[in-house]
């Protein structure tokens, strides 16, 4: 017979609501509950407990048989490993990473590489040391304490602004995702393709629901999209000026990384938001400013453990091939982001040891996938990524690099193979390049970034032989230096003029090749009659030329001014030279293209007027004297290109004939500045 107590019923547990639980916030408890009401969003009343994440049941068996394994391997003992650590075969013997990669294996096999856990110590004397409970609950309270922090970079979030509503309509969300397919991810390769289209078509059915990172991602890949269009092209499609769908987007990609609580997120998903932000707002934003925001996504790349090879493995293939595609792309766009900014030492380093993206198509890649496929000798639809990686894994072991940028990094270099950068050269002609069709787009813009990069590797390591060697730097030398920097202008043409890579010319816009103009003036100036200065002169205007198509001529850059003191200074130590030898020399077409281009501005009644220049550097070899303020970020740089506000137009006339060149001092040439072989130069872009 039941008592009156017993048949009472239990109350009922009041459950914090759905938002709270998923921002990890304190609950009132109430419907709808305080915080629902302050951030005026409608609030779910939870009807079920959020289950307690249970540990994967086999991590303790694997990470025993990793210990085993290590022990038989240590003793010596033969055994067939659970994991074949190799998920790639060599072209051949003599391939150039071949001695590099086994020793990385080996280092992994043996947990070298890995940092130990502090955690992990605490535990053990415990009954299960493998139990994070207290780690897991130390942290869940950090995210119930702190839950104010979401306003520290993009401000308050605006609670009178839908988010949905910023989004495109389904057409233009479609079409804006089709030109990142075309434009943006063959370069980057930082999204999933066959995983990700199908979210955002569900995601474009219902644009309130969307979760939160994945809403991050979807703006940040609108602002990318808009980056590569034209502004006739943004006028053309969506009816909007370039100018109000960049600010759109970009507003409401600062709101969806707020709502992601991105500061603290371990999300790569919102991780790739937020760099695909940072490559979109770039142009537009001050190299220093930029450096400082990507130095949050860096920390936070590491926080995840991006940059481990170790913790990278852990995860299922496809989630590890993402990750080390992300890692490459935040440091290659990091280290040329701090070089504008003027901070020498970069994350492209030794220090880490996150392996090269592989060879592979995305459709190779799966979720359930158990075992890396294999790496493909043929041109992928990622061969621009993995180029790209290769370049900067062997720039950031490179003494040139290493002594511009950090010598106290010196001592973990690896050891580059004997002959250097012409391994190098045989290794991604013969592993990657004689696979590519020239008529490709994406081959085309690999072909020749490749070279032009091994170009700029050869000529930065010259510079490093002359300040070290100055004695003995012989007439050779310097024909053989400026061998690389015409090359390299020849490779940069290609690239700036081809119409192939129309939709890659954001990607171009961060890159000039300043040092190979500066370099091939240098010898024009020391030695005029030079049998190499005609082909110096038509390469340097042939370039030129190529960055400059559809320019305007009714606004002034501050970096032209220097530019033509450097060009039409050096013509006029040349044509004296002549003079006084009493011979003969046409002017060149540069020299004539760059007098109209004054003339045009002056006419137009935009005389320039003096830069705000960000810092000089000097340079001074053999006598030749020039100068140049570094820094500027913006992509139109020689030439306007619909330009972004905030700059100042140049506030004198650029040197004529009889005028005193600038100076400047090769020792303090800010060689961080350079494009370090890592990626692509071109149109319009920044040196």
């Known amino acids: 017979m039941s008592t009156p107590d017993s048949s009472k019923p239990k109350p009922h547990r009041v459950l914090a609501c759905v938002l709270c639980q998923q921002r990890k916030v304190k609950c009132d408890r109430t419907f709808p509950c305080s915080n629902c009401v302050k951030h005026g969003v409608q609030c779910v009343p939870a009807t079920q407990p959020r289950q307690r994440r249970r540990r994967f049941p086999e991590r303790e068996l694997l990470d025993r048989l990793r210990r085993y394994e290590a022990l038989m391997k240590q003793n010596n003992v033969k055994f067939d490993p659970l994991h074949d650590d190799h998920g790639s075969e060599k072209s051949s013997p003599n391939d150039y990473h071949s001695d590099r990669d086994e020793e990385a294996s080996q280092g992994r096999d043996e947990g070298v590489a890995e940092v130990k856990n502090i955690w992990h110590a605490m535990r053990q004397g415990y009954r299960d040391p493998n139990d994070s409970f207290f780690e897991t609950a130390i942290s869940h309270a950090q ?178 091939e993402m990750r080390r595609r992300l890692w490459w792309s935040l440091v290659l766009f990091d280290s040329r982001v701090s070089a504008l900014g003027d901070h020498k030492p970069t994350s492209l380093a030794p220090g880490w040891d996150c392996a090269l993206p592989m060879n592979v198509s995305d459709s190779e890649l799966r979720e359930e996938t158990k075992n890396a496929p294999k790496v493909q000798e043929q041109a992928t639809e990622a061969i621009f990524a993995v180029v790209r990686s290769e370049l900067g894994d062997y720039t950031r072991n490179s003494p040139f690099y290493i002594a511009f940028t950090n010598p106290l990094m010196k001592p973990l270099a690896k050891k580059l193979p004997e002959g250097g950068d012409v391994a190098l050269e045989r290794m991604i002609e013969e592993k990657y390049l004689k696979f590519c069709d020239a008529d490709n787009r994406l081959h085309y813009m690999t072909l020749w970034t490749a070279r032009g990069s091994i170009a700029t590797c050869r000529l930065m390591n010259d510079f490093l032989v002359y300040l070290e060697s100055s004695a003995t730097y012989n007439q050779a030398n310097h024909e053989a230096a400026v061998s690389y920097a015409i090359d390299w202008l020849e490779c940069d043409e290609k690239l700036s003029s081809s119409p192939l890579t129309k939709g890659f010319r954001w990607f171009l816009q961060l890159y000039f090749p300043l040092p190979a103009y500066i370099r091939i003036i240098q010898h024009l100036k020391t030695q005029p009659f030079s049998s190499i200065a005609e082909r110096g002169w038509k390469v340097m205007k042939d370039n030129y030329e190529a960055r400059s198509q559809g320019a305007s001529v009714d606004r002034w850059h501050p970096i032209f001014k220097p530019f033509a003191n450097i060009v039409l200074g050096a013509w006029d130590t040349v044509k004296k030279a002549h003079e006084q030898a009493e011979r003969d020399i046409e002017t060149p077409e540069l020299v004539d293209v760059i007098n109209r281009k004054i003339a045009d501005m002056s006419l137009q009644g935009n005389e320039p007027t003096e830069p705000r220049a960000q810092g000089n550097a000097g340079m001074e070899m053999d006598g030749v004297q020039l100068q140049m303020p570094f820094g500027f970020g913006d992509p139109g740089m020689f030439f306007d290109m619909g330009g972004q506000p905030g700059f100042d137009p140049v506030t004198s006339a650029p040197y004529m004939a009889g005028s005193a060149p600038l100076t400047v001092n090769m020792n303090q040439l800010n060689w961080s500045s350079m494009n370090w072989g890592m990626s692509g130069m071109g149109e319009n872009g920044n040196w």
């Open 143 to 320: 995210d119930q304490s702190y839950n104010n922090d979401e306003h520290m970079l993009f401000g308050s979030r605006q609670t009178a602004v839908e988010l949905y509503t910023l989004h495109p309509e389904p057409a233009q969300l479609f079409r804006l995702w089709q030109v990142y397919l075309d434009n943006v991810n063959p370069l980057l390769k930082v999204t999933h393709t066959p995983t990700l289209q199908g979210r955002i078509v569900e995601a474009a059915s219902n644009l309130k629901e969307v979760p939160s990172t994945l809403e991050a991602l979807m703006f940040g890949i609108y602002c990318m999209a808009i980056l590569t269009l034209t502004p006739e092209e943004c006028q053309n499609m969506f009816k909007q000026t370039k100018e109000e769908l960049s600010t759109r987007f970009q507003f409401g990609c600062q709101q969806a990384l707020s709502n992601s609580n991105f500061l603290r997120t371990g999300s790569r998903e919102c991780l790739t938001a937020l760099f695909l932000y940072l490559v979109s707002v770039r142009s537009a934003s001050h190299p220093k400013s930029i450096s400082s925001m990507l130095a949050v996504a860096m920390r936070i790349a590491q926080r995840m453990g991006l940059q481990s090879e170790n913790i990278n493995a852990r995860s299922s293939v496809l989630e590890a």
